[in-house]
Each structure stands twice: as structure tokens, then as C-alpha cells.
């Protein structure tokens, strides 16, 4: 295998764009991380290049590579092979973004961007790969201890047992963070319990287990039945978690180890855990500590150069489960610091995919207009920052300039909050004096 140069950014009499860099050193580089950890600290060394059919012997020092800056080909993933019965990928309607219809499970991704994998089909040279290279941290998705609940959640045999993977890692010194899904009904109640405790057994090594309720869509047809987490369930969850958490945390010199996503809290009306139960949000990504983080940075501007006299009225863009968190949390905070700022909640009903996904990151363009449509018309709205891609499209590839066409006002995504100074600007723009 090689490695194809996409685009030469910088300058270079060495590289041309199109070149399959083959070897290092006569190492063979197979993809993309094989040159990024080649390539981390060379003085020089010869670059076998193939181009046009014939291959090239460069050497090439360190200052060299380093002024060509070489765009390289998107690294090819490895495909997931499993059938979980909560699978969301697989209960998505037609006619979204092609790639949301992609399941990888790359462990090279998951060190890179830390998506969870399953490591199930991994084979002997990838194991050795991942503690050679010191890929840490992985992600991985553990989802239950038990190996026969572990096949019926994902929907066929274990290759390998998840137990001896974390143990082998662990000797390798790699470093992980897991995550369970809970599902009722299949790994909740004792399952539950013995699935954290054998985790928490490879501490330091798993540094975390995050704990998310399945999600559902109303697409499930063939599907196996499945149902969500209850309000009565999430709160009991939440007393196991406090408890759960402090015992490890007695063990562990103050980490709790055990972390639930937001949705728990909201759903059963508990109150967030504060900033320091979260030890540095090592699972943010996985919803968990996302309205603690939000919270914070919003009260940073609150109480940092932001001028709290701000006279204007803006709608905010979320859905269900953030109206709950917006009405218990956010609101009151801008009464109490900048009381002539009016917040109007725009509360979205996702109807594509169903009432049962709750979450602002499943909008879509289509249902943020219809609900928008449905109230009073405002010159400026503020869509959640986690509904669009990193192109700014959203699930069914619409624009915040098509939603802004749509309802002839200006719409806007803010990196962070709604007080963030692109948004403050607008906002000045229509102040009411």
C-alpha cells in the first residue's frame, strides 16, 4: 500500500501532487499514520516515490518536508461489520448526507478523532500496530462485560473477548475511554452493574466509562423492538451513578471514573453534577458535561467585558431536551445579568426522526423552519452550534442561508453560545433604543 500526495501546499522540488509515497527508509508506509509517525521527528531519510509507474529515491530532510506541506489523500476506514440492535445508523430515514449512512469501526480513526470502535475484528498485526505505535487514547465501545449480552447487543458472534482486549491493551500501556449505550431490557440492572465493575478493574488504564441512553428514531421497520429509558429509570440511574461515582472516586484519589450524559439529568429532572464531578470532561464528545460546559462559558461572558445593558430580542433554535435545559438553567441566568435581553425559545419537534429523538443535534433545516414559521417573526435567530457539519450543513444538507431565505432574518451559528461576539454584534444591530 502507499499513500497518494493530494495537494502540495507549501513549495517543493521533491514531491509533485499525485505521487504514491511507498517507503521511508525502506519501512513501507501503509497509510496515513505510518507518515505521521515517520515523518514526527526524521532528521532526513530517502522517500521511495512512485510516479508515473517508476519509483523515485528521494532524501529528504526534515526542513524540506516541512516547507512542501503536503496535503495527503483521506485515509480509507475500515467498515463496521456488526448489526446492533440499537444501531442509529440503521434507523435513519432517506435522503440525508451520504456519509451518515457510513458505519466505520477504524481504531486509526478513533485515536484520530475519537470515534468508538468495537476493536471485534481486529487482527493480530493491528493489535501489535496500536500498542507500537502508542495509539492512546482509544475509544471503545464496550456496551456490556458479558460476552453473550455483548452478542446479542451487537448482532453476532465476538470475535474476540472485550475483557482480554482491555487487558492486552492494558499491558501494552495504551491508554482507553469507554462508553456504554444503554438499552433496557438487555444491559441495564445487573448487567449494568458487573459491566462497570470489570471496567473499573483496568483503572488507570480505562480512565472512564460514559453511560447514554439508546437512542430511537420512528424508523425502525424489520428492526428488533426496542424501547427507551424511562423518567423513573433515568432517575434511578442518576441516584446509582452519584453513589457508583463516589465510591470510585474514594478508590481512585478523587476521579469519579463513571460519568452519565446530560440527557439522564434533564430527562429526570436531577440537577447537573457540578464542573469538578466531571474530572476535565474526558467524555464530552459523548454528550457527557456538554450544558455544564455551555453553562460555563456563558457565564465567562456574562461576567467577563460583555456590556449586560444588550437591548434587543432573539430567538434560540433548540429542541426538546434543550428547552428543559434552557428553561431551568439559561434563562434565568440572562434575567438575572442582562435583563433587557429577550430570549424567545424556539423548541423543535423533530418529525424527521421522530418524537423520540430529543436532541438539537438531529435538526433539521426543514423542521427548524416549520417550527420558526409557527411563532411570531424575529429579525435574528441563533441555530445550536452542534447542528451543522464542518461544511455548515445541516442533517438534511441545508444551509443557515437557506433557513435564512426561508424566513426572510438573519440566522446565525455561534461557535459556542448565544453570547459569543458575532451574535452580540447582530444583536446591537437591532437594539431597541
Not at 495537494?7 to 514531491?15: L, V
Not at 500498542?131 to 451487537?154: G, M
Not at 501494552?172 to 471496567?199: A, C, F, R, S, W
Not at 464542518?390 to 435564512?404: A, K, N, P, Q
Amino acid at each position: 500500500m502507499a499513500v497518494r500526495i493530494k495537494r502540495i501546499n507549501g513549495k517543493s522540488e521533491i514531491f509533485k501532487e499525485g505521487d504514491l509515497v511507498a517507503s521511508m527508509d525502506g519501512r513501507a508506509v501503509e497509510d496515513q499514520l505510518d507518515l505521521i509517525y515517520m515523518t514526527s521527528d526524521f532528521d532526513e531519510a530517502v522517500f521511495a516515490l512512485e510516479r508515473e509507474g517508476r519509483i523515485l529515491k528521494k532524501k529528504v530532510s526534515f526542513e524540506e518536508f516541512g516547507k512542501a506541506r503536503l496535503e495527503f489523500e483521506e485515509m480509507q476506514f475500515k467498515r463496521c461489520k456488526s448489526h446492533c440492535v440499537f444501531c442509529f445508523v440503521e434507523q435513519m430515514p432517506r435522503g440525508l448526507r451520504r456519509s451518515l449512512y457510513v458505519k466505520d469501526d477504524d481504531y486509526r480513526f478513533s485515536f484520530l478523532y475519537g470515534n468508538y470502535v468495537t476493536l471485534n475484528d481486529l487482527d493480530e498485526r493491528e493489535f501489535q500496530r496500536i500498542i507500537d505505535y502508542n495509539l492512546s487514547p482509544i475509544y471503545i465501545s464496550v456496551h456490556a462485560a458479558d460476552r453473550k449480552v455483548r452478542e446479542k447487543l451487537f448482532g453476532r458472534p465476538m470475535k474476540h473477548d472485550i475483557l482480554e482486549i482491555l487487558s492486552r491493551l492494558t499491558d501494552g500501556g495504551i491508554t482507553m475511554h469507554t462508553q456504554i449505550v444503554l438499552v433496557p431490557g438487555y444491559n441495564d440492572g445487573e448487567v449494568l452493574e458487573e459491566t462497570v465493575n470489570k471496567l473499573f478493574l483496568f483503572f488507570p488504564s480505562v480512565m472512564s466509562v460514559a453511560v447514554v441512553p439508546v437512542g430511537l428514531t420512528s424508523h425502525r421497520e424489520k428492526l428488533a423492538p426496542l424501547r427507551g429509558v424511562s423518567v423513573k429509570e433515568a432517575r434511578g440511574i442518576v441516584e446509582w451513578a452519584k453513589a457508583k461515582g463516589s465510591e470510585f472516586a474514594a478508590k481512585t484519589g478523587g476521579k469519579r471514573f463513571l460519568y452519565l450524559s446530560d440527557e439522564f439529568y434533564l430527562n429526570a429532572d436531577e440537577e447537573l453534577p457540578d464542573e469538578d464531578s466531571y474530572d476535565g470532561f474526558p467524555q464530552l464528545s459523548n454528550g457527557v458535561g456538554m450544558c455544564r460546559t455551555f453553562l460555563n462559558e456563558l457565564t465567562e461572558r456574562i461576567e467577563g467585558p460583555l456590556q449586560p445593558d444588550i437591548n434587543c430580542e432573539l430567538g434560540i433554535v433548540t429542541g426538546v431536551l434543550g428547552q428543559k435545559f434552557f428553561t431551568r438553567y439559561v434563562i434565568p441566568l440572562v434575567e438575572e445579568h442582562i435583563p433587557k435581553l429577550k430570549i424567545n425559545l424556539i423548541t423543535v419537534a423533530n418529525e424527521l426522526f421522530g418524537s423520540s429523538v430529543t436532541v438539537s443535534g438531529l435538526l433539521s433545516g426543514r423542521d427548524i423552519v416549520k417550527a420558526i414559521k409557527k411563532s411570531d417573526c424575529l429579525p435574528l435567530y441563533v441555530l445550536p452550534p452542534n447542528c451543522v457539519n464542518y461544511e455548515g450543513r445541516l442533517l438534511d444538507e441545508s444551509t443557515v442561508e437557506d433557513i435564512g431565505k426561508a424566513l426572510s432574518s438573519t440566522v446565525t451559528i455561534p461557535e459556542a453560545t448565544f453570547l459569543d461576539d458575532e451574535v452580540i454584534e447582530l444583536c446591537r444591530g437591532r437594539d431597541k433604543r
